[in-house]
């Protein structure tokens, strides 16, 4: 139960805060936004929330306490819906300045103010916090700005008052990565001034507002963090540290953040005002916009999952990199899992990657041990006897998922789900052996698992609609996004992926440098080039699955050149034996520079890499593999990495022109082959 102070009255004259006051005299308002399950801050709630503060301060309460209602946190940040479309850079100024006024009127309360802050307090919610006097927070309460996700940086005074609350070195860095923190490591930071457990929230406040809890202030190192010559040498460093990670061109924000900060970080009110004008800015760029596409993105595919999976025990049949993974995966989120294999070598490097992965992911030890004890090491194969979904992992072979299937399907209860996580073979050829193929479906996952968000839910035409529908739910209590997508070769994400690798190829076999073309598609803003990705996923695999594409869609795919045959022979297959195109070493590449003279990335080279995976994407659309455009972009991105500030391939087609995508395709096919003829899907796609 949350402590929200003396029962408010039930006809409150507002429609998102209820005001009360408690035997003190203090003033408590809980922030309860109307017909949303989270606190979000749009133009009609900040405009209330000025007429609130205004009726507050005419009463002369001895206090303010600012809590939510909402069991799920604080505030969660800005209203997103209020981004997007934005392309007036001087109407987001205005509509900024208004809600910096309703923030600016909460910090010139002359009474004490407190906020209490329990479970998410982010973006905006953290920034009406820091217009606070006091800030207490509540054991599990998390901290953060994810503006810089968007394309943004904070908007309502944080970049002015974090900074000068605490050392830029690390205020800078939290509004730079978008990473969250916890109470207490926002505590030890100064952030907040008392960490707490909700049943003390009464005595904490008492204490804050009367004078007895000690409060942070900004230290002699963030004071002289903040003078021009230190700001100087410290946003060099940062400019440097962020390139590392991204282009100025491709993602402006780090950048306009550090900038504002250098010029304006020695005064509060000037940087408070060159905010909202670079805020405004940023807004309005395509980075920005496409990246709050992605946003909206990610909740379109977190809907199509649903809800109510009634999944509780997963058997995981295969325990190598990706079976083991995924056991780890979903043993994390919760579910019960018994992981089988014929060896009990890959069991235990499965655990032991689970338990390296919890101890990054996961915060308290206990549930760390709780996760491993989920995960259980089945090299008997008893566990699919009581499975609500058997998951097959193992290697690519039509004739060895088929004799798994044989053995384990009159062992799994009559309402269990079978799930393949094969990543090119359709399902049409898998349920040919099978009793109850109707219970047969794809569950397929990307690699690394914990990093990409996507599965592909593959469906095909003898499908009982009920397992489809529990497969998303899955999908969607593990904390994944799914794609429902036809049965087809190599489905979508492969399919496209594979042609982007095979380009690349033959783009070797012509001499071009393979860092030159890893540097192509890095420049158009993909987070691995091509050959780099080959050499990830395997080489063996990527062969496998380029051959069987090859014979459904023939010239549509390059073909894999023979040298590439023989390199898979040698078992040179990439970072899993050290050796690929590039030699690995603690699981990164090892890249020599490219010389400073000599060819230059060109966009042809950039064409012929990406243009491809838009071509496929409208393919699949057409065929009516996937039905949804905007899905298929989620997909790409959440899947494969696919640029995010382009929004995905469809949207990347439709900013640069349909016309031009088709014209572009055709030269290339005059000057390369078939392989780049646009699709027919093209004069229908809008």
Not at 38 to 52: G, H, I, R
Not at 187 to 198: N, R
Request: with cysteine; hydrophobic share 45%.
């Amino acid at each position: 139960m949350l402590a929200l102070g003396p029962q408010p009255a039930q006809d409150s004259l507002y429609k998102h805060f209820k005001p009360t006051r408690d035997a003190d005299g203090v003033a408590w308002l809980l922030f309860d936004r109307a017909d949303a399950s989270a606190n979000t801050l749009s133009s009609d709630v900040m405009e209330e929330f000025d007429a609130v503060l205004a009726a507050i301060e005419t009463e002369r309460p001895a206090g303010l306490v600012i809590r939510s209602a909402k069991p799920s946190g604080f505030i969660a940040g800005a209203d997103v819906n209020e981004f997007r479309g934005a392309s007036d850079a001087g109407m987001v100024e205005t509509r900024i300045r208004a809600a910096h006024a309703v923030v600016d009127h909460l910090e010139a309360l002359k009474l004490p103010t407190v906020a209490v802050i329990h479970g998410f307090c982010l973006g905006g919610g953290l920034e009406v916090a820091l217009a606070c006097q006091a800030r207490i927070a509540v054991e599990g309460a998390r901290f953060g700005f994810p503006e810089v996700m968007l394309g943004l940086h904070p908007g309502l005074g944080g970049t002015a008052r974090f900074t000068a609350l605490v050392n830029p070195t690390q205020s800078m860095a939290l509004m730079l990565t978008g990473r969250t923190i916890d109470a207490r490591r926002a505590k030890a930071l100064g952030l907040v001034d008392a960490v707490t457990q909700e049943r003390h929230v009464q005595g904490a406040v008492r204490d804050a507002l009367f004078g007895r809890l000690k409060r942070a202030k900004p230290g002699l190192l963030t004071r002289a963090a903040n003078l021009g010559p230190v700001r100087g040498l410290l946003a060099k460093r940062m400019r440097a540290e962020a390139a590392k990670a991204a282009s100025r061109e491709h993602y402006p924000a780090p950048f306009a953040l550090i900038d504002l900060w250098e010029a304006h970080g020695g005064s509060k009110s000037a940087m408070l005002k060159a905010e909202q004008a670079s805020f405004a800015k940023l807004m309005v760029t395509p980075t920005a916009q496409n990246l709050i596409r992605v946003f909206f993105l990610r909740e379109l595919m977190k809907k199509a999952a649903g809800s109510g999976s009634t999944v509780k025990h997963v058997h995981v049949i295969g325990a190598g990199a990706m079976g083991g993974d995924i056991a780890a995966w979903v043993a994390g989120q919760g579910l019960r899992v018994s992981l089988a294999d014929m060896k009990a070598e890959p069991i235990a490097g499965a655990v032991k990657r689970a338990a390296e992965l919890y101890g990054k992911i996961i915060r308290k030890p206990t549930d760390v041990r709780d996760a491993l004890d989920r995960l259980i090491p089945d090299m008997d194969g008893e566990g699919v006897r009581n499975a609500d979904l058997v998951i097959e992992a193992v290697p690519e072979k039509l004739e060895l998922k088929q004799k798994v299937y044989a053995g384990i399907e009159p062992r799994m209860k009559p309402s269990a789900i079978l799930a393949t996580n094969t990543s090119s073979i359709p399902l049409q050829d898998l349920r040919t052996t099978l009793a109850r193929p109707d219970r047969l479906v794809g569950l397929h996952f990307f690699n690394p698992v914990s990093r990409l968000q996507l599965v592909e839910v593959v469906s095909h035409d003898g499908n009982d609609a009920q397992v489809l529908k529990e497969a998303l739910a899955f999908v969607g209590a593990i904390d994944r996004l799914p794609l429902s997508v036809q049965s087809s070769p190599g489905f979508l994400v492969n399919r496209a992926l594979t042609l982007y690798m095979l380009e690349a190829m033959v783009m070797l076999d012509e001499k071009i440098d393979q860092r030159l073309i890893d540097a192509a598609a890095e420049q158009f803003g993909m987070p691995m080039g091509p050959i780099e990705l080959a050499d990830q996923v395997g080489l063996d695999i990527c062969l496998d699955v380029g051959d069987m594409l090859r014979t459904k869609f023939g010239d549509l795919l390059p073909p894999p050149p023979a040298w590439l045959r023989e390199k898979v022979a040698r078992g040179e297959l990439g970072r899993k034996t050290g050796k690929g195109f590039y030699s690995w070493k603690d699981g990164k590449a090892q890249k020599a520079p490219l010389p400073e003279t000599g060819p230059r990335v060109t966009d042809q080279m950039i064409d012929r890499l990406v243009l491809p995976m838009s071509n496929v994407c409208v393919a699949a659309l057409r065929e009516g593999i996937v039905d949804d455009a905007d899905a298929v972009d989620g997909a790409m991105i959440f899947g494969t990495g696919y640029a995010p500030f382009r929004g995905g391939p469809l949207n990347y087609a439709r900013t640069r022109g349909v016309e031009n995508i088709v014209s572009t395709l055709r030269a290339l096919a005059e000057r390369f082959g078939a392989r780049f003829a646009p699709d027919p899907g093209w004069d229908n796609f809008k």
